[in-house]
């Protein structure tokens, strides 16, 4: 089975600032994805941002991007120049990439608060 | 393009009321449709998925059931809730049936069970 954890339940970070959010994951999978899930007031789950664990190369969207070290199974989410908007909770997910239909692990969350 | 539409947006029931939760998708056809549920503070909780018409998945036992009589609608329910039954409700569908899919969510349902 597949687990991910969020350890920081909550952050914040000042307007226009850097913030990094941490997940780890443990799988005995070799092929999986990763992703990032925002969920800010409205409650409305959006996805950030995607990895694909057979790439070397962090996913990068706009502000944000990823760090993604799959011998440590780790997979951080990095916002730059951060917005009021961006605050949010932050959820990572996991998926393997066998032909299920069964979707997504998730993790606790991090509710990220951008301060002006 | 493809919208989610779930509802109620809020729901109160007492104990022992049944429950009917119902999401339809838009724009797509044969989506694979999931069910989850978040408790307060907490991730999301697979319930069920489902791939086609009649065919539901559980991941976790439980006083709920799902249904899904047309291809683009899904219905979570119940015929006598529980206490331990609250939470937000999320609806999603996918394109396809690998792990790489990515999931759109409805706007979710709020039920308390007082």
């Known amino acids: 089975a597949q687990t991910v954890t969020q350890s920081q339940p909550e952050m914040s970070v000042q307007e226009a600032e850097t913030v990094t959010l941490s997940c780890t994951y443990d799988t005995s999978e070799n092929n999986y994805y990763l992703f990032w899930y925002k969920q800010p007031p409205s409650r409305q789950m959006i996805l950030v941002i995607r990895q694909e664990a057979y790439k070397q190369q962090n996913a990068t969207e706009n502000r944000f991007s990823v760090n993604f070290q799959k011998a440590a199974k780790s997979f951080s989410l990095k916002i730059s120049d951060s917005q009021l908007g961006d605050t949010a909770m932050y959820f990572c997910a996991f998926s393997i990439s066998s032909g299920s239909a069964r979707q997504l692990t998730f993790g606790s969350g991090t509710q990220l608060t951008v301060l002006p | 393009s493809q919208t989610i539409h779930q509802w109620p947006a809020t729901l109160v029931q007492p104990v022992g009321s049944p429950l009917s939760l119902e999401c339809t998708v838009e724009?797509?056809?044969?989506?694979?449709l999931y069910w989850y549920r978040q408790a307060a503070g907490r991730g999301l909780q697979l319930l069920f998925y489902?791939?086609?018409?009649?065919?539901i998945s559980s991941e976790v036992p439980q006083n709920l059931s799902a249904s899904r009589p047309q291809d683009r609608q899904f219905i979570l329910s119940s015929k006598k809730l529980l206490l331990s039954d609250s939470g937000f409700y999320l609806c999603a569908w996918a394109k396809g049936r690998t792990g790489a899919e990515k999931l759109f969510f409805g706007s979710g349902t709020q039920l308390s069970v007082l």
């Open positions: 489902s791939v086609g018409i009649g065919q």
């Open positions: 724009g797509t056809s044969n989506p694979n």
